[in-house]
């Protein structure tokens, strides 16, 4: 035997790495008819993505007591909402600590948990087999019925159901396009932009004909492609993940054996014969909406869907071999035959993860409901009138409430100096999210201000004398020889 066919058989049996599961070895794309799943976990991830689907159409209608929205992102107007609390662009270091805090909780989590979020929480993963696919189920039948449909010729049976499967897929993209706009313009404005039609509103129709058709071609067409070409986390997965992570993993040990898997023989004693239980039926292939063959070991193409648990579940069941053979696992707990315990190093992140939800969560509502401002003026220089020292400053204020905003401005420190708004005094009313601008002077008595440069603290309070935010900037005056 040459040496290159000592080799063949091990190339072909790791060719699964340097193939797509979902394209042929010509570059051609290979579609997946993924056979439709019973069991535990697919139970549970139907409650799991109902529950999100109700939330994605009705949050847009729930506003809080002040008739804020629960969320919206509104990017044209600047204006944000979390939790019915608004945020404006001076908010924006709040975002992007959030954003840090993201992609750390998620490092983390993968680390721990594995890809547990694609399969259960992503939105791609909840619109493709928990919408589009099941209409598909319900027009072109399960696995079989569409390859066979896939492969006739185009008659009345093939159009008339591609036809409605389009239709309806078309409607859908359309109508979540829509719910998908209300996060940004406000439930209240999509419903009078579509009452005015679209000849009022051309600028939002047609963007909304574009996202819908994106939307479409994403979930009739692209599919699993965008987990496989699209998305970042799949790639970070093999980056992220080690022998310790909780993955969807198959029991190789078991399933093998000592000659390796075959097909089942009744009566026949596997483990007298040095069989592994997998029998290999493919179930766990032919369910796999992305194509792949878990008993390969972890790809990037798996997004931790337990289509395969209860696929394998249910053939263990039947041939009366225990279930778990596909399963939550760690390769550590496959190797070491051990089972998931929360050991040091997983409440370590667990930990960590909390600490980071609740530090995140802090920043986002530990904040004043006004935000001021006070900057010296560039190129003004201070001037003395009747004793006392008079700096000039841009002032600031920005109402982070949907509410009117009474606003008594004083001077915190030094106790001796006074501030005053050109054209306002010391109080001020501000409307919800306005922004205020204008001039302000601060006074200071000569026989106070023992140093050229002297802190000031300013702070804004309510009218019940509660105060709501505070403002540090730097008084400029004379050298102590012009006094």
């Known amino acids: 035997m040459s040496q290159e066919e000592k080799i063949k058989p091990e190339l072909e049996g790791e060719s699964f790495r340097e193939n797509l599961a979902t394209a042929e070895e010509s570059g051609k794309r290979k579609w997946v008819f993924p056979r439709k799943t019973h069991g535990k976990y697919t139970t549970y991830r139907n409650i799991v993505s109902a529950i999100l689907l109700i939330l ?24 944000f909402y979390l939790f019915g609390a608004y945020f404006s662009p001076s908010d924006f270091y709040l975002f992007s600590i959030g954003f840090v805090t993201t992609i750390v909780f998620i490092i983390l989590f993968t680390v721990v948990y594995g890809r547990i979020f694609c399969g259960w929480i992503c939105p791609q993963t909840i619109f493709m087999e928990h919408v589009f696919r099941k209409i598909e189920y319900l027009i072109e039948g399960d696995r079989n019925k569409q390859i066979r449909l896939d492969k006739q010729d185009w008659d009345s049976e093939k159009i008339r159901k591609r036809l409605l499967k389009w ?6 993209s359309f109508i979540f396009s829509n719910i998908l706009f209300s996060y940004i313009f406000g439930i209240d404005e999509m419903i009078k932009m579509i009452k005015e039609g679209p000849a009022n509103n051309v600028g939002l129709f047609v963007a909304l004909i574009i996202f819908s058709a994106l939307f479409y071609l994403v979930f009739a067409w692209f599919r699993e492609q ?13 980056v992220l993940i080690d022998k310790d992570t909780i993955n969807i993993t198959y029991d190789f040990i078991r399933g093998e054996g000592e000659k390796g898997r075959s097909k089942w023989k009744k009566n026949e004693d596997r483990k007298l014969a040095g069989k592994g239980d ?30 395969c648990i209860d696929a394998c579940d249910e053939v263990m069941t039947k041939v009366g071999l225990p279930t778990g053979l596909i399963r939550y696992a760690s390769e550590n707990m496959i190797e070491k035959r051990t089972t998931f315990k929360f050991n040091a190093r997983v409440i370590a992140y667990t930990l960590i993860l909390f600490i980071l939800i609740a530090v995140c969560t802090s920043l986002l509502f530990v904040r004043s409901s006004v935000e001021s401002k006070f900057l010296k003026v560039v190129g003004t220089q201070f001037t003395i009138q009747d004793k006392n020292i008079v700096d000039e400053y841009q002032f600031s204020f920005i109402n982070k409430t949907s509410e009117i905003q009474n606003l008594n401005i004083k001077i915190i420190s030094p106790k001796s100096a006074e501030i005053e708004l050109v054209g306002y005094g010391n109080k001020i009313t501000i409307k919800p999210k306005e922004l205020l601008k204008g001039t302000a002077v601060i006074k200071i008595p ?18 019940k004398g509660a105060k709501i935010d505070e403002y540090k900037t730097n008084f400029i005056g004379p050298t102590k020889e012009l006094f």
């Open 167 to 172: 239709t309806i897929f078309a409607l859908i």
């Open 446 to 463: 000569e026989a106070d201000l023992s140093k050229t440069k002297q802190e000031v603290v300013i702070g804004v309070f309510d009218n």
């Open 56 to 79: 994605l159409f009705v949050i847009p209608f729930i506003k809080t007591s002040k008739g804020n929205p629960l969320f919206q992102f509104d990017f044209l107007n600047r204006q």
């Open 278 to 307: 997998c029998i290999d039926c493919q179930q766990c292939v032919v369910v796999c909406p992305a194509g792949i063959d878990i008993r390969n070991g972890s790809q990037l193409e798996c997004i931790n869907c337990t289509a």
């Open 226 to 238: 965008v987990c496989s070409f699209v998305c970042p986390y799949g790639r970070l997965q093999g």
